[in-house]
């Protein structure tokens, strides 16, 4: 899977660099590798890779060694290993654990992550907070050096998870941003920023009830896609107004239950509702 997963990168990277032949080769191989990999090691019998252990879902589930027609049961069997087996715990070491946390971030499952982070019991950061850890271990269980630089996936996903603040790859550097919070849990407000080559981005929000306010801000000389949480795209306003009628704001489309718009350089508030009451 890692093997893979660094071959697919070579692929973006030779693209990017207009090498199509080289990308073009790397894709092949890729496709040959893909079903030899789920041939070799896929336990049809359990809908599993190897172990019943939660990186052996995500790494073939993120790397596409999973066919269509089992990807769903294999999430599924994901989901039931971190709330069932592990009791809403995290089960992977310094490796996986970075990948599961960008994986359920990117496929939407924010509500996983959330569930493993507010864990105060072994095995998890919730677990060194209450031991009183002021820094990262090397191990779960406290074992070894206890400042090291493991397990920094809580940066990552309180930046693009909960505040939403993440680059669109297809305008590297924050040129184009994307604002998409996760409102999981029983999270009812995030304040943050990001200083970007651009400037700040800025990405906080609040909730009560039906009711969200969102403040975002984008600095010069780029742009940004935010998704609100709204039952309707005319429910919402910025700036005060009907979203329709703002300034250096266009609607883009629904989203399920996200109204999504495209905004020029500057600061907004969004305010919407995302249960509005039914005519």
Same mark, same amino acid.
């Given at each position: ?17 207009? &090498?199509?032949? !080289? ?22 019998? #359990? ?37 069932? &087996?592990? !009791? ?59 400042? #090291? ?11 693009? =998870? ?43 929000? &609040?909730?009560?009830?039906? #009711? ?22 005319? =429910? ?8 329709? &009628? ?34």
């Amino acid at each position: 899977c890692y093997r893979i997963n660094q071959m697919e990168l070579l692929t973006r990277m030779a693209a990017a660099l207009g &090498k199509s032949d !080289d990308a073009a080769r790397y894709k092949q191989r890729l496709a040959e590798i893909r079903p030899a990999v789920h041939a070799a090691f896929y336990d049809a019998d #359990h809908h599993r890779y190897v172990i019943d252990e939660q990186a052996y879902y995500v790494m073939p589930l993120m790397t596409g060694i999973v066919p269509e027609s089992e990807r769903e049961i294999v999430l599924r069997n994901l989901e039931k290993n971190i709330l069932v &087996k592990n !009791d809403g715990h995290l089960d992977t070491g310094m490796l996986g654990t970075y990948f599961m946390m960008e994986y359920l971030r990117e496929i939407g499952r924010n509500d996983l992550v959330d569930t493993m982070f507010n864990q105060t019991s072994y095995p998890g950061w919730g677990h060194m907070l209450a031991e009183g850890a002021t820094t990262l271990w090397e191990q779960w269980n406290g074992h070894w050096s206890r400042i #090291h630089s493991c397990f920094t996936s809580p940066s990552n996903w309180f930046y693009q =998870g909960p505040a939403g603040i993440r680059p669109d790859p297809a305008a590297p550097g924050f040129k184009h941003v994307i604002i998409e919070p996760a409102m999981v849990g029983d999270l009812t407000w995030v304040n943050a920023h990001h200083d970007s080559p651009y400037g700040r981005i800025v990405s906080n929000w &609040k909730r009560e009830d039906d #009711h969200v306010a969102m403040q975002v801000t984008i600095p010069a000389n780029s742009s940004a896609t935010v998704h609100v949480p709204a039952g309707a795209a005319a =429910g919402v306003t910025v700036n005060g107004q009907a979203a329709t &009628k703002a300034e250096h704001v266009s609607f883009v489309r629904m989203d399920g239950a996200r109204a999504v718009f495209r905004v020029d350089s500057g600061s907004y508030e969004f305010s919407s509702m995302i249960n509005p009451p039914s005519e």
